[in-house]
DNA sequence: CTCCAGGAAAGTC
DNA sequence: GACTTTCATGGA
């Protein structure tokens, strides 16, 4: 199928929202990306205007890359300055996916302390023991795991997929989600804070976590996510807007505390609004490529 | 070989 | 409450 685009009025770049970190599973053959998305196989590539597509129908493709956001007025709101406005610039079409919960959850998991090619393989090593194989193109695909499979996956099994210390944490957590500990149905409908308060309960899951969580599958934009490259575009970029005191702590310690986590965070969401984790991603992607 | 990774939890003061 | 250490391992 194919969606004809008005980069005007609805802006996207397929290869810049595949690449900026937010997404684990999608995979370059030939010139056509693959990713498995809820058990199907999407295949997809980009020319200019035109959105082509295999494996799933318009309205996956409008929901899974939220062409329903309004992104020339989100990108209007959160360009508050210079720097962001170099980062929205150099990627333009940019957007969030609306990633499955589960699937979300755990790779932010095993994101900790990881850089993103280890955390790639392992979500592939999870997938590929846990979950259903799918072959589409002659290439093989696997889902993601259900959450009753990880449920009951044996702490050495979790350990062969690399996941070291990590392990414990996604057993655990996969473990409370099964039970109904947790209900990601009953999070997307709440606000903010008590969705984070109930995703701060899982085992393995800290500040950074449930707001990349609840930015990425959970319908909470003004999540802002801070790690290690957010601490950096603050103590470079955002320096004044707190005092000296603070910025010369940031720079001596290596983790953040809950006070200083959300010193930042709500700093960052009252500045760039209630899109806040739009900008997260569009400064995060510029940072890690090219800024320092 | 060394350094560090989209941090979180446990321990110490 | 604030600061420090530990955690397991692959990629660069």
Same mark, same amino acid.
């Given at each position: 199928?194919?969606?004809?685009?008005?980069?005007?009025?609805?802006?996207f770049?397929?290869?810049h929202?595949?690449?900026c970190?937010?997404l684990?599973?999608?995979?370059k053959?030939?010139d056509?990306?693959?990713g498995v998305?809820?058990?199907?196989?999407?295949?997809m590539?980009?020319?200019?205007?035109?959105?082509?597509?295999?494996?799933?129908?318009?309205?996956?493709?409008?929901n899974?890359?939220?062409?329903?956001?309004?992104?020339?007025?989100?990108?209007?709101?959160?360009n508050?300055? =210079?720097?962001?406005?170099?980062?929205?610039k150099?990627?333009?079409?940019?957007?969030?996916v609306?990633?499955? =919960?589960?699937?979300?959850?755990?790779?932010?998991?095993?994101?900790?302390?990881?850089?993103?090619p280890?955390?790639?393989?392992?979500?592939?090593e999870?997938?590929?023991?846990?979950?259903e +194989?799918?072959?589409?193109?002659?290439?093989?695909?696997y889902?993601f795991?259900?959450?009753d499979?990880?449920? &009951?996956?044996?702490?050495y099994?979790?350990?062969?997929? &690399?996941?070291?210390?990590?392990?414990?944490? #996604?057993?655990?957590?996969?473990?409370?989600?099964?039970c109904?500990? #947790?209900?990601?149905?009953?999070?997307?409908?709440?606000?903010?804070?008590?969705?984070? +308060?109930?995703?701060?309960?899982? =085992?393995?899951?800290?500040?950074?976590v449930?707001?990349?969580?609840?930015l990425?599958?959970?319908?909470?934009?003004?999540?802002f996510? #801070?790690?290690v490259?957010?601490?950096?575009?603050?103590?470079?970029?955002?320096?004044?807007?707190?005092?000296?005191?603070?910025?010369?702590?940031?720079? &001596?310690k290596?983790s953040?505390?809950?006070?200083?986590?959300?010193?930042?965070?709500?700093?960052?969401?009252?500045?760039?609004g209630?899109?806040?984790?739009?900008?997260?991603?569009?400064l995060?992607?510029?940072?890690?490529?090219?800024?320092?």
């Amino acid at each position: 199928m194919e969606l004809k685009l008005n980069q005007y009025l609805t802006p996207f770049d397929l290869e810049h929202t595949l690449q900026c970190g937010q997404l684990f599973r999608w995979e370059k053959h030939s010139d056509w990306r693959y990713g498995v998305v809820e058990k199907q196989v999407l295949k997809m590539r980009q020319t200019k205007d035109t959105l082509e597509f295999e494996g799933v129908n318009l309205d996956f493709v409008e929901n899974y890359f939220r062409l329903g956001d309004n992104l020339p007025q989100i990108v209007s709101e959160i360009n508050r300055d =210079p720097l962001i406005n170099q980062a929205v610039k150099a990627f333009s079409g940019l957007r969030i996916v609306r990633q499955a =919960p589960l699937e979300c959850l755990i790779s932010y998991i095993c994101a900790t302390y990881k850089n993103i090619p280890a955390i790639k393989n392992m979500i592939h090593e999870l997938s590929k023991r846990f979950g259903e +194989e799918i072959t589409f193109d002659n290439h093989e695909f696997y889902a993601f795991p259900e959450i009753d499979a990880l449920a &009951k996956a044996a702490l050495y099994e979790l350990r062969d997929c &690399k996941l070291g210390f990590r392990a414990k944490f #996604v057993q655990e957590t996969a473990k409370m989600v099964n039970c109904g500990k #947790v209900d990601f149905k009953t999070l997307k409908e709440a606000d903010y804070e008590t969705a984070k +308060e109930e995703l701060l309960q899982l =085992p393995g899951v800290g500040n950074k976590v449930a707001d990349c969580v609840l930015l990425f599958s959970l319908e909470k934009l003004e999540a802002f996510p #801070v790690d290690v490259w957010m601490k950096r575009v603050v103590e470079k970029h955002y320096t004044n807007y707190f005092d000296a005191s603070f910025i010369k702590k940031l720079l &001596k310690k290596q983790s953040l505390s809950t006070r200083d986590y959300n010193r930042l965070s709500s700093f960052a969401r009252n500045y760039f609004g209630k899109n806040a984790g739009y900008a997260q991603e569009y400064l995060f992607h510029f940072f890690r490529n090219k800024a320092l």
